[in-house]
């Protein structure tokens, strides 16, 4: 549901959920004096058991964290179906608790197997829970970098940014903060006049949006200059139809003298269409230079990256090398020592 219908924000809402929710609290403790009082009443009648009962009854507490917590919990509600039932719900605990007020036996039952069944749902859900945390087991090596990836995804700091300094110009970004591992060199493309940096795989749907809004931010502005243009006639025809009344009757229809003519008038908003298009395109060049910069910056670095990976890959050759030729050395030492006679380098 859009943000500007959210229950939460609308002050009508807001009402009825306070009424309720006081409401609610209010017969908890009409419902708990009025247990109190039936087993003080049960006292004076059987003195014996008076020790066996506490003069404040613990179920005012007990509803009354029920009530607080499905408020807390119902407080972010978006759906108006789940909305109107949590409503209905809570008037009907309302009902049920004022019957029980007044003594009613049904209600009463009723109230019991509702606590029960809440208690044995909360026993199921807390031993449930500790069986999964008992048999919780860390992600594997090859999880973690991407659960990682998905906590930087869920934290909105890391959509936070200055539109004074996009993270474009960041790039291009170390290797150790790219998830893959490997440098994807972007192509500069200039569509109609307008600079992107496009890298492999798919466009995302946000560089579309823009193109389409700049692309329709150039349309309408050419759309005006045509207008302008048809409405020039127009203004020249008013001007010579105003020099003809003031000259013949003297009567001047722009009012006090040194206002500007329909032509002039004309000609300064064309010409301050003109200016806005000429900064948009002087802001495209600019940025399509920051942009060939960037993509020369990543060639160079992924040039870099493949020189030293393949040095690396030919260390490691040369290392197995060293290795398997020291391991061949030491199987054949021994075997050469076998043939020699016991009474090698003795002199005769």
């Known amino acids: 549901m859009p943000r500007q219908f959210a229950p939460k924000k609308s002050g009508v809402h807001l009402l009825a959920c306070l009424s309720l929710y006081r409401a609610l609290l209010r017969e908890c403790g009409k419902f708990s004096r009025a247990v109190t009082f039936k087993q003080q009443q049960q006292q004076q009648h059987h003195p014996a058991a008076a020790v066996h009962h506490h003069h404040h009854h613990p179920i005012k507490g007990t509803l009354r964290s029920i009530v607080r917590w499905r408020f807390d919990k119902d407080r972010d509600i978006l759906s108006p179906p789940q909305v109107a039932n949590g409503l209905a719900a809570g008037y009907g605990f309302l009902d049920l608790l004022r019957s029980c007020t007044a003594g009613s036996t049904q209600s009463l039952v009723r109230l019991t197997q509702t606590l029960e069944t809440m208690s044995t749902r909360a026993e199921e859900t807390a031993t449930r829970r500790a069986k999964f945390a008992s048999s919780w087991k860390p992600p594997p090596a090859h999880h973690r970098r991407r659960l990682e990836h998905f906590r930087k995804i869920k934290d909105p700091a890391n959509y936070e940014h200055d539109p004074s300094d996009p993270r474009i110009f960041h790039h291009p970004a170390p290797l150790a903060s790219i998830k893959s591992g490997v440098r994807k060199v972007p192509n500069l493309i200039v569509t109609q006049g307008i600079p992107v940096l496009k890298y492999p795989g798919p466009q995302p749907v946000l560089i579309n949006r ?70 948009q395109m002087k802001k495209n060049t600019e940025l399509s230079g920051k942009f060939h910069e960037i993509v020369l910056a990543e060639r160079e670095l992924k040039e870099k990256e493949r020189r030293e990976a393949r040095h690396q890959r030919r260390m490691a050759r040369k290392k197995r090398a060293v290795e398997e030729s020291g391991a061949v050395e030491t199987t054949t030492v021994p075997a050469q020592g076998e043939h020699k006679s016991p009474d090698h380098g003795k002199t005769r």
């Open 210 to 279: 823009v193109i389409k809004n700049k692309v329709k931010w150039g349309v309408k502005k050419f759309n005006q200059h045509k207008m302008l243009e048809d409405l020039r006639d127009i203004a020249e025809c008013e001007d010579e139809w105003d020099d003809i009344v003031r000259n013949r009757h003297g009567v001047d229809k722009r009012g006090r003298e040194g206002e500007e003519k329909w032509v002039q008038s004309i000609r300064e908003a064309d010409s301050h269409l003109e200016r806005r298009l000429a900064e």
